[in-house]
C-alpha cells in the first residue's frame, strides 16, 4: 500500500484543520517526513480504548505524543510507591490518586484539544461493551487476575471488527501479539480455555502457557522460578526499561497495522524483543511448541 493510500477502517473524509488547531500543527511539525499528512490527519481521528493505564501508561503518552488524541482509558487503581520504578505516572504529586484520571491529565498537557474519558473502575462487566463499542483500537493491559473479563473484552472487539493489541513487558524486553478480527484466532482458540478457580494448578498453568505465547526463547536476565512466586503473589518483577520499549512497540505496531506498512505480524504470530540478549524475533505456531518445551510448560502438562 503506498503510504497515502486510505486503510480499510477509514471513511475516506478528512478532517479540516482550523486555527484552533495550531497546536495539534505544530506539536506534530517533527513528525513530518516519518508520518505523511494524509496520515497524520487519519491519526488525528483514530479512537483508541486502552485497558490498563499502569505499567502500559507509556504506551498511551507516546501515542498521545504522536498525535492520537481520541482516547477512552481504563483503570481502576491509585498510584503507590511501588509503582515508582517503571510506571511513568507515578510521583510523589500522584500518591493514591486513581491511574486513569492521573494518564488522562497527562493527555491532556501534551494536547489541550484531545478527547480523553477516563473509566475510574477500570473496565468491568457492565462497561466493557460500551468500552469497546465505536473504537478503531483496543490495547490490553489488563491484569491477569481478571482474565475471564479479558476474554470477554477481546470477543467483543472481535465481534465488531475491532483489532486487539496485547503486549506484556517481559524482563528486558516486551512481547506483542495483534489479534486481528478476520485474520487471527479467537482468544480461547489461541490461549486456550480459562480455568474457573484462580487458587487451583490448572489456573496456574493457563497463566504460564499464557506467558509463553509471546515467547521466542527463554528471556535473558529473569529468575524464572523467583518470577512465577512473585507473580502468584500479585507483584511480578517488571523494569522501567521494558515499559520504555513495550511502548515504542505498541505505538509502532498500531502505526503499522493502520496504514498497512512495515511487516509486524498478526496472531498466530508474535513478536518478542528482548534487549539485554540482543534477540528480536517472531513465533509461529512450530516454534511456539519449542519455546513451551524450553521453559517447561510441555512437561508440566504431560505430567
Same mark, same amino acid.
Given at each position: 500500500? =503506498?503510504?497515502?493510500?486510505?486503510?480499510?477502517?477509514?471513511?475516506?473524509?478528512?478532517?479540516?484543520?482550523?486555527?484552533?488547531?495550531?497546536?495539534?500543527?505544530?506539536?506534530?511539525?517533527?513528525?513530518?517526513?516519518?508520518?505523511? =499528512?494524509?496520515?497524520?490527519?487519519?491519526?488525528?481521528?483514530?479512537?483508541?480504548?486502552?485497558?490498563?493505564?499502569?505499567?502500559? =501508561?507509556?504506551?498511551?503518552?507516546?501515542?498521545?505524543?504522536?498525535?492520537?488524541?481520541?482516547?477512552?482509558?481504563?483503570?481502576?487503581?491509585?498510584?503507590?510507591?511501588?509503582?515508582?520504578?517503571?510506571?511513568?505516572?507515578?510521583?510523589? =504529586?500522584?500518591?493514591?490518586?486513581?491511574?486513569?484520571?492521573?494518564?488522562?491529565?497527562?493527555?491532556?498537557?501534551?494536547?489541550?484539544?484531545?478527547?480523553?474519558?477516563?473509566?475510574?473502575?477500570?473496565?468491568?462487566?457492565?462497561?466493557?461493551?460500551?468500552?469497546?463499542?465505536?473504537?478503531?483500537?483496543?490495547?490490553?493491559?489488563?491484569?491477569?487476575?481478571?482474565?475471564?473479563?479479558?476474554?470477554?473484552?477481546?470477543?467483543?472487539?472481535?465481534?465488531?471488527?475491532?483489532?486487539?493489541?496485547?503486549?506484556?513487558?517481559?524482563?528486558?524486553?516486551?512481547?506483542?501479539?495483534?489479534?486481528?478480527?478476520?485474520?487471527?484466532?479467537?482468544?480461547?482458540?489461541?490461549?486456550?480455555?480459562?480455568?474457573?478457580?484462580?487458587?487451583?494448578?490448572?489456573?496456574?498453568?493457563?497463566?504460564?502457557?499464557?506467558?509463553?505465547?509471546?515467547?521466542?526463547?527463554?528471556?535473558?536476565?529473569?529468575?524464572?522460578?523467583?518470577?512465577?512466586?512473585?507473580?502468584?503473589?500479585?507483584?511480578?518483577?517488571?523494569?522501567?526499561?521494558?515499559?520504555?520499549?513495550?511502548?515504542?512497540?505498541?505505538?509502532?505496531?498500531?502505526?503499522?497495522?493502520?496504514?498497512?506498512?512495515?511487516?509486524?505480524?498478526?496472531?498466530?504470530?508474535?513478536?518478542?524483543?528482548?534487549?539485554?540478549?540482543?534477540?528480536?524475533?517472531?513465533?509461529?505456531?512450530?516454534?511456539?511448541?519449542?519455546?513451551?518445551?524450553?521453559?517447561?510448560?510441555?512437561?508440566?502438562?504431560?505430567?
Amino acid at each position: 500500500m =503506498s503510504s497515502d493510500a486510505e486503510p480499510k477502517w477509514w471513511d475516506g473524509v478528512l478532517p479540516e484543520f482550523h486555527a484552533v488547531d495550531d497546536h495539534y500543527l505544530r506539536m506534530t511539525d517533527r513528525n513530518t517526513g516519518i508520518v505523511t =499528512s494524509v496520515e497524520q490527519q487519519m491519526i488525528s481521528r483514530v479512537v483508541i480504548a486502552q485497558a490498563g493505564v499502569g505499567g502500559n =501508561s507509556d504506551v498511551t503518552i507516546t501515542l498521545a505524543q504522536m498525535g492520537f488524541q481520541h482516547f477512552r482509558i481504563a483503570d481502576p487503581d491509585v498510584f503507590e510507591v511501588s509503582n515508582f520504578n517503571r510506571q511513568l505516572g507515578a510521583r510523589m =504529586s500522584t500518591m493514591f490518586r486513581n491511574k486513569a484520571d492521573v494518564i488522562a491529565q497527562e493527555i491532556l498537557e501534551i494536547n489541550p484539544d484531545a478527547d480523553v474519558r477516563a473509566y475510574v473502575d477500570g473496565v468491568t462487566w457492565d462497561n466493557v461493551e460500551e468500552f469497546v463499542d465505536g473504537a478503531d483500537i483496543v490495547i490490553d493491559g489488563l491484569d491477569v487476575s481478571v482474565m475471564h473479563l479479558r476474554e470477554r473484552m477481546f470477543d467483543l472487539a472481535r465481534e465488531k471488527g475491532i483489532p486487539v493489541f496485547t503486549c506484556p513487558v517481559i524482563g528486558w524486553g516486551a512481547g506483542i501479539a495483534i489479534f486481528d478480527p478476520e485474520r487471527s484466532p479467537s482468544f480461547r482458540e489461541f490461549f486456550g480455555e480459562i480455568p474457573e478457580d484462580p487458587d487451583s494448578e490448572e489456573w496456574q498453568r493457563f497463566i504460564e502457557r499464557y506467558a509463553v505465547n509471546f515467547l521466542s526463547a527463554r528471556p535473558t536476565g529473569i529468575d524464572i522460578q523467583l518470577g512465577k512466586r512473585r507473580a502468584k503473589q500479585g507483584t511480578p518483577p517488571s523494569v522501567a526499561a521494558a515499559c520504555r520499549l513495550n511502548a515504542a512497540l505498541v505505538s509502532t505496531a498500531v502505526y503499522g497495522y493502520l496504514f498497512d506498512k512495515g511487516s509486524i505480524p498478526v496472531v498466530p504470530t508474535t513478536l518478542h524483543i528482548d534487549l539485554l540478549g540482543t534477540r528480536m524475533s517472531v513465533t509461529g505456531p512450530k516454534k511456539r511448541w519449542l519455546v513451551r518445551r524450553a521453559v517447561g510448560v510441555l512437561s508440566k502438562e504431560n505430567q
